[in-house]
């Protein structure tokens, strides 16, 4: 039973991704095999074994506890059966009195403030007649309910949990989301949807990016021009923060605020120009990069201002721990500055570094007098820096374990930057305790409390956020829960698709937001063509789309590359493929395919160059569908050649190459994400 569910399984999957079954279904027969083993969960427990038989999902379930109780665990149940309802269609409500089926024993509560390092773990046991849930407190209850519900399939007998039983935890206690509210605003509506996704695999810490040189974003009632006149109207109040704090606890999930300083302030200095360096006049930054501006740490009311700002942020935000940025002071302004100069000269400070450790240790002690344990990227680790404070690190592992063997804890960054449209392989690749970090003592290695994945908002809004953040944080999340030898990549992408189709159940649904993009784009309710180019380009990496224009916070993202996913399965899927093909390990199913979706693409440019006269939103995109028709013309060639045995000269293969390496280059700042595929095809023709 257990092969057909994952085909069921698989071919769900396919076939919604922008509804283009033949697309994605590459490959089917090799995954089912290498996934033979797998539960369809993300993360993966650390320890399970799969029982006989399964669990029936009915309308009969009952929801019982015993042992400890609150009612945050009451909600917990509410929203358990409430999905499971929606995810399987059978009215499930926790007043029908059914019979208990699903039994929660908690031994005890939790922290009443949610702590680092608090227990997590639970224990899940699955039979035909019964399901038991144990857990040392109610985060690890919140924990395996998530299990469950991920274990929900559709067999021939209908809605069932697979007979299994699980012993689970955490490999690292801080494992993060970092929203950049700052740059582009999110709403309420999308902070509350991010928190439903981090419950669902398992995070448990939101930080909360809050500031920047675009925006400040929380109502301060002691410093009211912080909003007034550095938020353009958009910022949270203060009843709107405890609001979040609250829904997040519910879920498990900690609060943590960052305001950035000395840098990224120029917001900061539109409502209260004596705290900056310069003479300003200071505006909101509407353009985006490394702005020159910075507090003035040589000012005693710089400290004061902060002070009475951190104390009411503090009692705001009830989580130990308080972010301060630090990050990217490039120190023009100090540079600039006369009496600055003149400081850094009298306490015989050589550079800005030592300008900015002075700042850094004046506000940590703020900090730490308003009851709070400081935190700040790479930057604010200096020598003299209090070993309490928390580093978090963008630069990479060696950054990181260079401040674990200074005696600093740590988290990383570094390599789950998900704004840089870096594929799920690649940040599934980095680990906190790996590079550089692999060669610490197992003392040093306990400083390294996890990592966080960073959604920078230069280029999201709220309508395109979720299709950045997920499903790829899954595979970070899996990375800092999971066992470290838990690496099969196919197996992580199988699964992966699974968590992302049950996401839709939580208002998450990135594939809706590309969709309704598309259909504003061209003004057609079913626009398929453009869907067809869609599918096999991705935005380039990194930071690459900067060079391609002016852009700022003003400059509307509703073009293709803001439509699309940061990765295309659909040409994942086809690279595997073509690597079988190359290594004469594919089947028949594998050619079929092949040459059905190059036709496809190759016929698509036709259909779709009128449309794309339509507007001037994707005019643009007529030279990347010629080139996308030239690849797959170019693929069938290979193909034809490759079955047919035909050698290729050297000149042929030359100039097929050069072709290729051009066709690599971005138009519309989009990839056409084909290329390699066909290169690998082009490759493996005999000479």
Same mark, same amino acid.
């Given at each position: 039973?257990?092969?057909?569910?994952?085909?069921?399984?698989?071919?769900?999957?396919?076939?919604?991704?922008?509804?283009?079954?033949?697309?994605?279904?590459?490959?089917?027969?090799?995954?089912?095999?290498?996934?033979?083993?797998?539960?369809?969960?993300?993360?993966?427990?650390?320890?399970?074994?799969?029982?006989? /038989?399964?669990?029936?999902?009915?309308?009969?379930?009952?929801?019982?506890?015993?042992?400890?109780?609150?009612?945050?665990?009451?909600?917990?149940?509410?929203?358990?059966?409430?999905?499971?309802?929606?995810?399987?269609?059978?009215?499930?409500?926790?007043?029908?009195?059914?019979?208990?089926?699903?039994?929660?024993?908690?031994?005890?509560?939790?922290?009443?403030?949610?702590?680092?390092?608090?227990?997590?773990?639970?224990?899940?046991?699955?039979?035909?007649?019964?399901?038991?849930?144990?857990?040392?407190?109610? =985060?690890?209850?919140?924990?395996?309910?998530?299990?469950?519900?991920?274990?929900?399939?559709?067999?021939?007998?209908?809605?069932?949990?697979?007979?299994?039983?699980?012993?689970?935890?955490?490999?690292?206690?801080?494992?993060?989301?970092?929203?950049?509210?700052?740059?582009?605003?999110?709403?309420?509506?999308?902070?509350?949807?991010?928190?439903?996704?981090?419950?669902?695999?398992?995070?448990?810490?939101?930080?909360?990016? =809050?500031?920047?040189? &675009?925006?400040?974003?929380?109502?301060?009632?002691?410093?009211?021009?912080?909003?007034?006149?550095?938020?353009?109207?958009?910022?949270?109040? &203060?009843?709107?923060?405890?609001?979040?704090?609250?829904?997040?606890?519910?879920?498990?999930?900690?609060?943590?605020?960052?305001?950035?300083?000395?840098?990224?302030?120029?917001?900061?200095?539109?409502?209260?120009?004596?705290?900056?360096?310069?003479?300003?006049?200071?505006?909101? *930054?509407?353009?985006?990069?490394?702005?020159?501006?910075?507090?003035?740490?040589?000012?005693?009311?710089?400290?004061?201002?902060? @002070?009475?700002?951190?104390?009411?942020?503090?009692?705001?935000?009830?989580?130990?721990?308080?972010?301060?940025?630090? @990050?990217?002071?490039?120190?023009?302004?100090?540079?600039?500055?006369?009496?600055?100069?003149?400081?850094?000269?009298?306490?015989?400070?050589?550079?800005?570094?030592?300008?900015?450790?002075?700042?850094?240790?004046?506000?940590?002690?703020?900090?730490?007098?308003?009851?709070?344990?400081?935190?700040?990227?790479?930057?604010?680790?200096?020598?003299?820096?209090?070993?309490?404070?928390?580093?978090?690190?963008?630069?990479?592992?060696?950054?990181?374990?260079?401040? %674990?063997?200074?005696?600093?804890?740590?988290?990383? #960054?570094?390599?789950?930057?998900?704004?840089?449209?870096?594929?799920?392989?690649?940040?599934?690749?980095?680990?906190?305790?790996?590079? /550089?970090?692999?060669?610490?003592?197992?003392?040093?290695?306990?400083?390294?409390?996890?990592?966080?994945?960073?959604?920078?908002?230069?280029?999201?809004?709220?309508?395109?956020?979720?299709?950045?953040?997920?499903?790829?944080?899954?595979?970070?999340?899996?990375?800092?829960?999971?066992?470290?030898?838990?690496?099969?990549?196919?197996?992580?992408?199988?699964? *992966?698709?699974?968590?992302?189709?049950?996401?839709?159940?939580?208002?998450?649904?990135?594939?809706?937001?590309?969709?309704?993009?598309?259909?504003?784009?061209?003004?057609?309710? @079913?626009? %398929?063509?453009?869907?067809?180019?869609? #599918?096999?380009?991705?935005?380039?990496?990194?930071?690459?789309?900067?060079?391609?224009?002016?852009?700022?916070?003003?400059?509307?993202?509703?073009? =293709?590359?803001?439509?699309?996913?940061?990765?295309?399965?659909?040409?994942?899927?086809?690279?595997?493929?073509?690597?079988?093909?190359?290594?004469?390990?594919?089947?028949?199913?594998?050619?079929?395919?092949?040459?059905?979706?190059?036709?496809?693409?190759?016929?698509?440019?036709?259909?779709?160059?009128?449309?794309?006269?339509?507007?001037?939103?994707?005019?643009?995109?007529?030279?990347?569908?010629?080139?996308?028709?030239?690849?797959?013309?170019?693929?069938?060639?290979?193909?034809?050649?490759?079955?047919?045995?035909?050698?290729?000269?050297?000149?042929?293969?030359?100039?097929?190459?050069?072709?290729?390496?051009?066709?690599?280059?971005?138009?519309?700042? =989009?990839?056409?994400?084909?290329?390699?595929?066909?290169?690998?095809?082009?490759?493996?023709?005999?000479?």
């Amino acid at each position: 039973m257990w092969g057909h569910q994952k085909l069921n399984n698989f071919g769900k999957v396919a076939s919604s991704i922008f509804g283009l079954t033949l697309l994605l279904c590459f490959g089917a027969e090799n995954m089912l095999q290498a996934q033979n083993s797998d539960l369809a969960v993300m993360p993966l427990p650390a320890h399970w074994q799969r029982g006989a /038989g399964a669990f029936v999902v009915d309308r009969s379930i009952g929801v019982e506890f015993e042992g400890y109780t609150e009612p945050r665990l009451e909600r917990a149940r509410e929203r358990f059966l409430e999905r499971l309802s929606g995810e399987t269609g059978i009215l499930i409500w926790p007043t029908m009195g059914n019979k208990p089926k699903i039994f929660i024993h908690t031994k005890g509560a939790s922290a009443e403030v949610q702590k680092l390092g608090e227990d997590e773990s639970y224990h899940l046991k699955v039979t035909p007649d019964e399901v038991q849930l144990d857990a040392p407190n109610p =985060l690890g209850v919140l924990r395996g309910l998530q299990t469950l519900l991920q274990l929900v399939q559709i067999t021939p007998d209908g809605f069932v949990v697979p007979a299994v039983e699980i012993e689970d935890g955490p490999r690292f206690p801080w494992r993060g989301l970092m929203i950049d509210s700052g740059r582009h605003f999110m709403p309420l509506e999308v902070i509350k949807r991010s928190l439903n996704g981090m419950e669902a695999v398992k995070l448990n810490v939101f930080h909360w990016h =809050l500031s920047e040189d &675009q925006g400040f974003r929380v109502e301060s009632l002691k410093h009211p021009l912080l909003t007034k006149d550095g938020s353009d109207g958009l910022y949270y109040t &203060q009843a709107q923060i405890r609001e979040v704090i609250a829904y997040a606890r519910d879920r498990g999930i900690r609060v943590i605020p960052e305001f950035d300083m000395p840098c990224h302030t120029t917001a900061w200095f539109a409502s209260y120009p004596q705290l900056a360096s310069g003479k300003g006049p200071y505006h909101i *930054m509407r353009e985006w990069g490394v702005a020159d501006s910075g507090m003035d740490p040589t000012r005693e009311s710089t400290y004061v201002f902060l @002070d009475s700002f951190i104390a009411e942020m503090a009692a705001l935000f009830p989580d130990a721990y308080f972010h301060i940025g630090g @990050d990217e002071c490039n120190g023009k302004e100090w540079d600039a500055n006369v009496a600055i100069q003149n400081f850094k000269r009298e306490h015989k400070m050589k550079d800005n570094a030592e300008l900015q450790a002075y700042f850094t240790a004046r506000v940590q002690k703020i900090v730490a007098k308003h009851g709070k344990i400081m935190e700040g990227w790479d930057e604010v680790l200096q020598p003299g820096t209090p070993k309490d404070v928390v580093i978090q690190s963008w630069r990479g592992q060696e950054s990181l374990a260079t401040a %674990a063997r200074g005696g600093y804890r740590g988290l990383l #960054s570094f390599g789950y930057y998900i704004d840089l449209n870096q594929p799920a392989s690649q940040h599934y690749a980095v680990d906190p305790l790996g590079a /550089g970090a692999a060669t610490l003592s197992a003392a040093e290695k306990t400083r390294i409390l996890g990592g966080e994945a960073t959604m920078w908002a230069e280029y999201v809004t709220p309508e395109n956020i979720d299709s950045r953040i997920w499903p790829r944080t899954a595979a970070i999340a899996e990375r800092l829960w999971s066992p470290q030898d838990v690496r099969d990549v196919e197996s992580m992408y199988y699964r *992966m698709a699974v968590v992302s189709e049950k996401l839709e159940y939580l208002g998450i649904q990135p594939r809706a937001v590309t969709r309704r993009m598309l259909r504003r784009m061209t003004g057609l309710e @079913d626009p %398929a063509e453009l869907m067809v180019l869609a #599918s096999v380009v991705q935005p380039p990496e990194g930071y690459e789309r900067g060079t391609y224009g002016n852009d700022d916070s003003l400059m509307p993202l509703n073009r =293709l590359i803001d439509a699309v996913p940061p990765e295309s399965e659909a040409a994942r899927q086809f690279m595997l493929i073509a690597k079988r093909i190359a290594t004469g390990s594919a089947s028949e199913e594998d050619w079929k395919q092949a040459r059905q979706s190059l036709k496809l693409w190759r016929d698509n440019d036709a259909q779709l160059q009128p449309i794309l006269l339509r507007s001037k939103l994707t005019v643009e995109l007529i030279p990347l569908s010629t080139n996308l028709r030239q690849v797959a013309e170019m693929g069938l060639k290979a193909l034809d050649q490759l079955q047919s045995r035909r050698a290729m000269t050297e000149a042929e293969r030359g100039e097929a190459l050069a072709f290729l390496k051009k066709s690599e280059k971005p138009q519309a700042v =989009l990839v056409n994400m084909i290329v390699p595929a066909v290169e690998v095809l082009v490759q493996a023709i005999q000479k």
